[in-house]
C-alpha cells in the first residue's frame, strides 16, 4: 500500500474530501509476468462497448463474450458494472484487472456517499478510476467507460485508455470491435437524441461490430442511466437484436 | 497440437533446451508458409449406416476480424466425394485447384472407374507429405467424406504434416476439442456404425455447430452440410443455426457481488 498522489478534480467539493484524499491509498498489484507475454492465456475481455449520453441521461451498451485465445470462456458476460446507482462502468481489456480497479472505486464511492451523505458526481468516480489506471500503468490492462447521471449535472461520459489518461467525452466506445466502427459511429452520431433514438444508436453500432470482429457475439446488454434510477436491457442474437429488450 | 516447424518431431523443450530458430533461417528469396494468413475453422462429420455427413461454417477469418462470410469450405469432388477444409485459405484455393486438375487428367482415358473417396485421401495424404518434406507445408487440416471403393462409408482425415487417421467420427480444430465427445456419444466404435441413421447422425452434427457458435470465437452461424450416399451428394450451403439458447443470459448480473 502506497499514498496516492492528489489530484485536482474538477468535480471536487468539499475540504474534508480533501483531507480524505490526501490518505488515499493506492494499491500497487503486484507484477503478474504471466500477463505481459501469452503464454499463460489471460481471460481477456475481447469487448465491444460504448457508453453515450442523451436528453434524459446516458446509455451504456457492451456485448456478452469473453475469450481466452480463440475460446468463448463466457459467452453471457455482463460487462456493465455498478459502481454506484447511478454511475456504471463498461469493462474493456484483461477482466481480472478491471474486475480488481471496480471493485476498488465501488467501495469507495460507497464510502464518499457514506461520509459526505450526498452521491458522488460522475467525475469523482472517474478521478478515482483514473488514480489507480495511471499510477498502475505497468501492471494493468485495463480501457474503462465511466458513465452515469447525476441530478445536478445530468449524464455525463468518460473514457480512461489503457495509458490512464481522463477523456471527457459526449460519446464514447472502447474495446476490440470498436476499430471497425470508428466510422459508423462518426456518421451517425447527435447530441441530446432522445432515448429510443439512443438505444438505437447504441444497438445498431454494437450489432457492426459484432458483425465484423471476429471475438464477438452473444447478447447485447444495455444500461440506461437517468433521474429514474437505472434500467437494464437486453437484445439476444437469434431474436435479431430486437429483443426482449426490458420485457 | 503445435503445429509450427519448431515443434515437430522434437521432444519438449524441458528435455532439449529451447529450438535453435538459426536453422530455420531462409537462404534467397523464396517464399515459404510459415503461418496461415485468412483461416477457416473446425469441420465436422460422422459415418451413418448409409454413408457420411460433414459440416463446416462459412467464415474466413483474418486473424480475429471475420473477413468473408461467404466462402465454401466444403468442396465436392467427382460429384461423389466431399472434402472439408480447415485452416488457410489460399492452401485451400491451391489444393481446389489441383483436384480440379487431377479430375480433368483422370477423365482422359478412365476405363469408366472414378477417383472414390479412399482414392481422393491417399492422394492428398500423399500431396500433404510432400509438401511438409519440402518445409512449405499446406497449412491445412482436411476430412475426406465419401463412400470407399466397396460403397462403404469413407471418413478420413489428412493435415499440414500429413498425418493420416481414420475414425467414425472427425473434427477438426475447436471441433476436435468440442464437438468430438458430443459426436462419439451416437456413434463411439466403427461396429456402431451400422446402426446409426442419417437423422441421428444429420442432427448430432446440427447441435455441434451450435456448441461451436457458441464457444470459439472464430466461428459463424452460418453453415454448409453435406450428405453423402451412394446416391451422390447433397449439399445445403446456406444453412442457418436454429434454437440457439441465449434467453438464459437475462439471469446473469455482474460478475460477483452485483444484484442489479
Known amino acids: 500500500m502506497v499514498r496516492g498522489r492528489w489530484h485536482t478534480y474538477r468535480h471536487g467539493s468539499s475540504q474534508k474530501w480533501r483531507s480524505q484524499s490526501r490518505n488515499f491509498n493506492v494499491i500497487i498489484l503486484p507484477p503478474d509476468p504471466s500477463h505481459h507475454k501469452s503464454i499463460l492465456h489471460t481471460d481477456r475481455a475481447r469487448f465491444r462497448s460504448m457508453a453515450i449520453t442523451f436528453a434524459g441521461g446516458v446509455i451504456l451498451g457492451a456485448d456478452s463474450r469473453t475469450t481466452t485465445g480463440a475460446y468463448i470462456a463466457n459467452r453471457v458476460t455482463d460487462k456493465l458494472t455498478r459502481v454506484s446507482d447511478t454511475i456504471w462502468c463498461c469493462r474493456s481489456g484483461s477482466a481480472a484487472d478491471t474486475q480488481a480497479v471496480a471493485d476498488i472505486v465501488s467501495y469507495h464511492l460507497g464510502m464518499y456517499a457514506t461520509m459526505e451523505g450526498k452521491q458522488p458526481t460522475v467525475g469523482v468516480a472517474a478521478g478515482l478510476f483514473q488514480e489507480i489506471c495511471y499510477a498502475n500503468k505497468e501492471q494493468l490492462s485495463a480501457g474503462i467507460i465511466i458513465a452515469g447521471h447525476h441530478p445536478s449535472h445530468g449524464g455525463s461520459v468518460y473514457s480512461i485508455p489503457l495509458g490512464g489518461s481522463l477523456h471527457r467525452q459526449s460519446y464514447a466506445i472502447g474495446g476490440s470491435g470498436s476499430t471497425y466502427i470508428y466510422g459508423y459511429c462518426d456518421s451517425y452520431w447527435k447530441e441530446n437524441m432522445s432515448e429510443a433514438d439512443g438505444i438505437g444508436f447504441v444497438k445498431g453500432a454494437l450489432r457492426e461490430a459484432i458483425k465484423w470482429d471476429g471475438s464477438s457475439g452473444g447478447v447485447i446488454r444495455m444500461v440506461v442511466l437517468t433521474d429514474k434510477g437505472a434500467k437494464r436491457l437486453l437484445f439476444l442474437p437469434d431474436q435479431g437484436y430486437e429483443g426482449p429488450g426490458d420485457k | 497440437m503445435n503445429h ?226 451412394k446416391d451422390g451428394v447433397e449439399l445445403k450451403e446456406d444453412e442457418e443455426l436454429e434454437n440457439q439458447s441465449w434467453a438464459f443470459a437475462e439471469m446473469i448480473k455482474g460478475y460477483g457481488t452485483q444484484t442489479v
Open chain 2, 4 to 229: 509450427l516447424p519448431q515443434a515437430w518431431g522434437r521432444p519438449r523443450n524441458a528435455i532439449l533446451g529451447a529450438y535453435n530458430p538459426s536453422i530455420l533461417q531462409p537462404s534467397g528469396p523464396k517464399a515459404h508458409t510459415t503461418s496461415p494468413i485468412v483461416t477457416g475453422t473446425s469441420v465436422l462429420a460422422v459415418k451413418f449406416k448409409d454413408g457420411v455427413v460433414i459440416a463446416a461454417d462459412n467464415l474466413a477469418s483474418y486473424g480475429s476480424l471475420a473477413r468473408f462470410t461467404d466462402v465454401k469450405r466444403l468442396r465436392t469432388f467427382n460429384r461423389r466425394t466431399v472434402v472439408g477444409f480447415g485452416g488457410d485459405v489460399s492452401d485451400m484455393q491451391y489444393l481446389d485447384r489441383l483436384l480440379l486438375s487431377l479430375d480433368i487428367e483422370e477423365n482422359y482415358g478412365s476405363s469408366g472407374h472414378d477417383l472414390n473417396a479412399l482414392n481422393l485421401h491417399t492422394y492428398l495424404a500423399k500431396v500433404m507429405y510432400k509438401r511438409r518434406s519440402d518445409i512449405n507445408p499446406l497449412w491445412n487440416q482436411l476430412l475426406v467424406a465419401g463412400l470407399d471403393g466397396l460403397d462403404q462409408p469413407f471418413l478420413s482425415s489428412v493435415d499440414l504434416l500429413g498425418t493420416t487417421f481414420s475414425s467414425p467420427t472427425l473434427a477438426t480444430g475447436f471441433g476436435a476439442h468440442l464437438a468430438q465427445p458430443l459426436l462419439r456419444k451416437v456413434v463411439d466404435d466403427e461396429a456402431k456404425v451400422g446402426s446409426v441413421t442419417r437423422e441421428q447422425a444429420t442432427n448430432a452434427v446440427r447441435e455441434c455447430m451450435k456448441v461451436l457458435f457458441y464457444r470459439d470465437a472464430r466461428s459463424l452461424d452460418k453453415y454448409s452440410i453435406a450428405v453423402i450416399t
